[in-house]
């Protein structure tokens, strides 16, 4: 006997699946207590079908989802085709059927989490998504199992393997945008829509995921503020080498004493953060907690193998608890009442780079406008932007979300000066 898989999709993680099977199949069967046997592979069409076959691939491929839902051998589903729907309709009608779920799909996990896991457990069934974030760290079981007798305060993570992997190229090699994301796309790193990766969507799904696990709150998406890394240009590159920093995006899930915020962003790293040698593909999560104080997973956050290791960890968990009758646990246990953080209660160092006429009091002028939020300076540089022209970077001491959206109101109105660019910088 062996426990049948019912694979959906079958494109970059989850041509993955078999490579480890193969390569780790005793340690797995062991793990398992079972064998697992890939049993049906929904694919799209007969034309990908003949595809596969003659690529080598030697499954029973079909093109009708109720060929698997309605096979009674089949016990797991794994749901790997991405995107809202079908696969929500899909993982809906599996778990209705009575069948365990593996997915590493973040933007339904993110947007609809909330009822697929409600039917999970009505059902007793196992609905695991270890891979949804930060592709191969073992994140999700770490915060659920690992710190569960920790109070997680802060988390801040690279939660985005495209994006990381285009900056690394484009600073540190001199790649275009373009070039740096056609060969993202081509390693299999990029989401179906890259845009989800490089706007900031993606890392913010995982947001959503993590302030599940981290704080035991559901955070909505629309409640998790995202920018991405398209609006970061070379001036901000250059100055932030100039002042020290690294910039990549980091997701930023934090508990205040009003409650949970979430947001991704360009975020100025000082070169000593853990966090700024993280480059490429490699993804990291620092956590900040009241036991163990600081800590940082690291790994690959994207790519076929990292990730299909993650999905297959699920499978052979459910296997085991299946061999072992322990099967329908929730993945993750912990939950409160959500509470949003009051925006003056959200605080950071930012940093503003901003175009003035280059004249005599132009520096004062900035420096009334800020005092008069009580927004203090740290830094202040001033360079050359053109014949007339002056470009003032700014690094504000800590201030808060309140003081920003009206900071950038006020520079936003000035007929005669440009706030080109606002981003967080961590600081103490
Ligand atoms: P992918 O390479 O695009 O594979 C998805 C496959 O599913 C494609 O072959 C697609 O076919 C197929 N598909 C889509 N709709 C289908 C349907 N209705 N019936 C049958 N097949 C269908 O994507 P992936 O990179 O493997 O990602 C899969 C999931 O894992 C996504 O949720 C993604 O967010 C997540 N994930 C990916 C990574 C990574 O590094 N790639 C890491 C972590 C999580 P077409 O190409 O013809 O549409
Ligand atoms: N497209 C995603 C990334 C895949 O680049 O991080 C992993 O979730």
Same mark, same amino acid.
């Given at each position: 006997?062996?426990?049948?898989?019912?694979?959906?999709?079958?494109?970059?993680?989850?041509?993955?699946?078999?490579?480890?099977?193969?390569?780790?199949?005793?340690?797995?069967?062991?793990?398992?207590?079972?064998?697992?046997?890939?049993?049906?592979?929904?694919v799209k069409d007969d034309a990908e079908k003949e595809r596969l076959v003659a690529a080598g691939h030697a499954y029973n491929f079909v093109t009708d989802v109720d060929a698997i839902l309605s096979?009674?051998?089949?016990?797991?589903?794994?749901?790997?085709?991405?995107?809202?729907?079908?696969?929500?309709?899909?993982?809906?009608?599996?778990?209705?059927?009575?069948?365990?779920?593996?997915?590493?799909?973040?933007?339904?996990?993110?947007?609809?989490?909330?009822?697929?896991?409600?039917?999970?457990?009505?059902?007793?069934?196992?609905?695991?998504?270890?891979?949804?974030?930060?592709?191969?760290?073992?994140?999700?079981?770490?915060?659920?199992?690992?710190?569960?007798?920790?109070?997680?305060?802060?988390?801040?993570?690279?939660?985005?393997?495209?994006?990381?992997?285009?900056?690394?190229?484009?600073?540190?090699?001199?790649?275009?945008?373009?070039? #740096?994301?056609?060969? =993202?796309?081509? /390693?299999?790193?990029?989401?179906?829509?890259? +845009?989800? @990766?490089? $706007?900031?969507? *993606? #890392?913010?799904?995982? =947001?959503?995921? /993590?302030?599940?696990?981290?704080?035991?709150? +559901?955070? @909505?998406? $629309?409640?998790? *503020?995202?920018?991405?890394?398209?609006?970061?240009?070379?001036?901000?590159?250059?100055?932030?080498?100039?002042?020290?920093?690294?910039?990549?995006?980091?997701?930023?899930?934090?508990?205040?004493?009003?409650?949970?915020?979430?947001?991704?962003?360009?975020?100025?790293?000082?070169?000593?953060?853990?966090?700024?040698?993280?480059?490429?593909?490699?993804?990291?999560?620092?956590?900040?907690?009241?036991?163990?104080?600081?800590?940082?997973?690291?790994?690959?956050?994207?790519?076929?193998?990292?990730?299909?290791?993650?999905?297959?960890?699920?499978?052979?968990?459910?296997?085991?608890?299946?061999?072992?009758?322990?099967?329908?646990?929730?993945?993750?246990?912990?939950?409160?009442?959500?509470?949003?953080?009051?925006?003056?209660?959200?605080?950071?160092?930012?940093?503003?780079?901003?175009?003035?006429?280059?004249?005599?009091?132009?520096?004062?002028?900035?420096?009334?406008?800020?005092?008069?939020?009580?927004?203090?300076?740290?830094?202040?540089?001033?360079?050359?932007?053109?014949?007339?022209?002056?470009?003032?970077?700014?690094?504000?001491?800590?201030?808060?979300?309140?003081?920003?959206?009206?900071?950038?109101?006020?520079?936003?109105?000035?007929?005669?000066?440009?706030?080109?660019?606002?981003?967080?910088?961590?600081?103490?």
């Open positions: 006997m062996s426990i049948k898989i019912g694979l959906l999709g079958f494109g970059t993680v989850a041509s993955g699946i078999p490579f480890l099977l193969q390569e780790n199949g005793q340690k797995i069967e062991e793990a398992a207590k079972d064998k697992l046997e890939i049993a049906k592979v929904l096979d009674d051998d089949i016990q797991i589903v794994v749901e790997l085709m991405g995107r809202i729907e079908p696969a929500k309709t899909f993982i809906t009608k599996a778990l209705e059927a009575g069948k365990h779920v593996v997915s590493a799909n973040k933007d339904l996990i993110a947007t609809h989490g909330k009822e697929l896991i409600a039917l999970a457990q009505e059902k007793g069934l196992a609905f695991y998504y270890e891979a949804a974030v930060a592709g191969g760290i073992p994140i999700l079981r770490t915060l659920a199992n690992s710190l569960t007798s920790d109070k997680v305060t802060r988390i801040l993570g690279v939660l985005n393997g495209t994006s990381n992997f285009m900056m690394t190229k484009m600073v540190d090699e001199g790649w275009t945008y373009d070039a #740096a994301l056609a060969e =993202a796309q081509r /390693l299999g790193y990029a989401e179906s829509d890259p +845009t989800n @990766d490089v $706007e900031g969507i *993606d #890392a913010a799904y995982k =947001a959503v995921i /993590l302030s599940q696990f981290g704080f035991g709150m +559901t955070i @909505d998406f $629309e409640q998790v *503020d995202h920018q991405g890394i398209s609006t970061i240009t070379p001036d901000d590159v250059a100055v932030a080498q100039e002042l020290g920093y690294v910039i990549k995006l980091v997701g930023d899930i934090r508990e205040t004493a009003t409650g949970i915020s979430a947001e991704v962003s360009p975020t100025f790293l000082p070169k000593d953060h853990p966090l700024a040698s993280v480059n490429d593909v490699m993804n990291a999560v620092f956590v900040e907690s009241i036991g163990i104080g600081e800590s940082m997973y690291y790994g690959p956050g994207a790519g076929q193998k990292p990730t299909a290791t993650s999905v297959t960890a699920d499978i052979v968990r459910i296997a085991r608890r299946l061999s072992d009758n322990t099967v329908g646990k929730p993945f993750n246990e912990f939950s409160r009442e959500t509470r949003l953080a009051d925006a003056s209660d959200v605080k950071s160092h930012y940093y503003f780079a901003i175009t003035t006429p280059d004249e005599k009091g132009q520096l004062l002028r900035l420096a009334e406008l800020f005092n008069a939020e009580d927004i203090s300076f740290e830094q202040v540089l001033q360079q050359k932007a053109s014949d007339n022209q002056a470009r003032v970077v700014i690094i504000t001491h800590s201030m808060s979300k309140t003081q920003l959206a009206h900071i950038t109101d006020k520079l936003s109105a000035i007929s005669d000066m440009t706030l080109l660019n606002t981003f967080k910088v961590l600081g103490e």
